[in-house]
């Protein structure tokens, strides 16, 4: 299978790089505007102190945190991580036009197109996918977008999962991990996720 994917350059940054938790002042509120953000929460059920109760078990279980029901410093300290915007179960496939790029290091177009690549190359290796660059959005399967700053291959590759199916994954080591790490190569998780999405048609 072929997959063709756009690089465009913009003037502003795009970012898949999603705010950590707020800072209201009030520890619950901001674990429950946080656990709406990233769909654990709806806020219709944010009214009811047991739908509330089991978001915040939900989420204990998927960081592998003891499911206490409570707000605990542990799972303070992972929603202050910088992390994925995209939530901790995708509904979509595909998802196509997620930017990649985070407001860091000044990077070229060049240099992103590098990290890209990389990225590209890396998932490559474990499935029967190619990778064409186009340069035109109606050729595109894959677009990523990008401005003046980026953060490089790990976010490349993170994002370029999800573009490729994947959700995230309750594996710390894993690219797919939803808060962001150096990772430039995939853990076996990420292997066994994409390779049973893409299976070796030999």
């Known amino acids: 299978m072929i997959l063709k994917v756009l690089i465009c350059f ?65 799972m303070l300290t992972i929603m202050t991580k910088r992390r994925c915007g995209i939530p901790d179960k995708l509904s979509n496939r595909f998802a196509t036009t997620q930017p990649i790029g985070e407001k860091t290091a000044d990077l070229t177009e060049e240099q992103y197109a590098e990290n890209m690549q990389l990225a590209l190359d890396t998932w490559a290796q474990y499935v029967e996918l190619k990778f064409n660059r186009v340069f035109d959005l109606q050729d595109a399967d894959i677009i990523s977008y990008f401005g003046s700053k980026d953060h490089g291959c790990g976010v490349a590759l993170h994002e370029l999962g999800h573009s490729l199916g994947l959700d995230h994954s309750d594996v710390a080591e894993a690219v797919m991990f939803p808060t962001y790490s150096v990772w430039t190569e995939l853990s076996q998780d990420d292997i066994d996720r994409i390779q049973k999405l893409y299976p070796s048609i030999n």
Not at 36 to 57: D, G, M, P, W
């Open 10 to 74: 913009v003037s502003f940054f795009c970012m898949s790089l999603a705010k950590p938790l707020p800072a209201s002042g009030d520890p619950r509120t901001d674990v429950i505007t946080y656990l709406i953000r990233y769909k654990y929460l709806t806020k219709l059920e944010s009214r009811s102190e047991e739908r509330v109760t089991e978001a915040i078990k939900n989420f204990q279980n998927f960081f592998q945190l003891p499911e206490t029901g409570n707000i605990d410093e542990e």
